[in-house]
């Protein structure tokens, strides 16, 4: 097995012993004041229990990462991304275990993308969830490289041949069904100045077969709120609904129109 194999556990057991240094620290300090975990020894020097993990001698095969109670892994867990969680489950059986943790996913999933969907149960588990997430992320940034390179083949295969795909443009031109879509982003492609497309607050919402993603897009000729909605079909995803419309520019006389 290639050693770049073993660099997602190597990082995961670093994050494991800082987790678990600040977790007893945390519990110390909590304690100080004295309780339950506090013993009076001589002659009343408070002397504090620091929580341990016992491992009984029938149980001295038992690895660090069994010993280790789930809030601790959990939390060593998020601090590794995506690739490096994908490693580290393919270093050994334990592992694979611990990365495929339904909350170590949920948690990278709120880091990566968003915090909105915390009370979503997600019928294939929060990895799965990720996974489509991600993968509908990355289609809708091929969307703006489209645009970009005003490649008019590549729109056509972008969207889905139907004809109640709808294109809503913020010049507030609107065009309903595969045909008249193309043809409205082929006059789009006739500018005449490059486009400089830069998009933020992506947020995706993805179901079984449909996926809904709305952000701010920047262009060098103005800006605008965009919803990108995706179908799939036959193994992939195609867009059958944008929409965008214009934001009012900060400091600026009124709107400038994004072709978008």
């Known amino acids: 097995m290639d050693i770049s194999f073993f660099s997602g556990a190597v990082t995961f057991i670093c994050c494991v012993l800082a987790a678990a240094a600040a977790f007893l620290t945390r519990r110390s300090k909590s304690k100080s004041d004295g309780g339950e975990d506090s013993c009076n020894l001589n002659g009343g020097d408070m002397v504090e229990k ?4 016992v491992v009984a001698e029938k149980q001295t095969g038992a690895s660090m990462m069994e010993q280790l109670v789930p809030e601790i892994t959990t939390h060593a867990l998020s601090y590794l991304d995506y690739p490096s969680l994908c490693r580290l489950s393919m270093t050994n059986s334990l592992m694979r275990k ?34 489509a997430t991600r993968a509908i992320m990355n289609v809708n940034a091929d969307f703006f490289k489209i645009i970009k390179e005003r490649s008019v083949p590549a729109m056509e295969r972008f969207w889905l041949n139907a004809d109640y795909v709808k294109c809503f443009h913020a010049s507030e031109e609107y065009s309903t069904g595969y045909n008249a879509v193309i043809g409205s982003w082929q006059l789009a492609f006739n500018w005449e100045q490059n486009v400089d497309v830069e998009i933020r607050d ?13 952000m701010k897009a920047y262009l060098n000729m103005g800006s605008g709120n965009v919803t990108n909605v995706f179908e799939f079909h036959n193994g992939r995803w195609y867009i ?15 709107q400038q129109v994004v072709q978008g």
């Not at 620091?50 to 993990?53: A, E, F, Q, S």
């Not at 992506?202 to 709305?214: F, G, I, L, P, Y």
């Not at 059958?240 to 009124?254: F, P, R």
Request: aromatic fraction near 10%; include cysteine; glycine fraction near 6%.
């Open 98 to 131: 611990a990365a495929n943790d339904d909350n170590a996913w949920k948690a990278l999933y709120h880091k990566d993308f968003t915090l909105e969907q915390d009370s979503v149960t997600p019928i294939n588990g929060w990895k799965a969830y990720y996974a």
């Open 50 to 53: 620091i929580p341990v993990m």
């Open 202 to 214: 992506v947020k995706a919402r993805v179901m079984t077969d449909s996926a809904w993603v709305t």
């Open 240 to 254: 059958v609904h944008h929409h965008c419309s214009v934001m009012l520019i900060h400091g600026g006389a009124g």
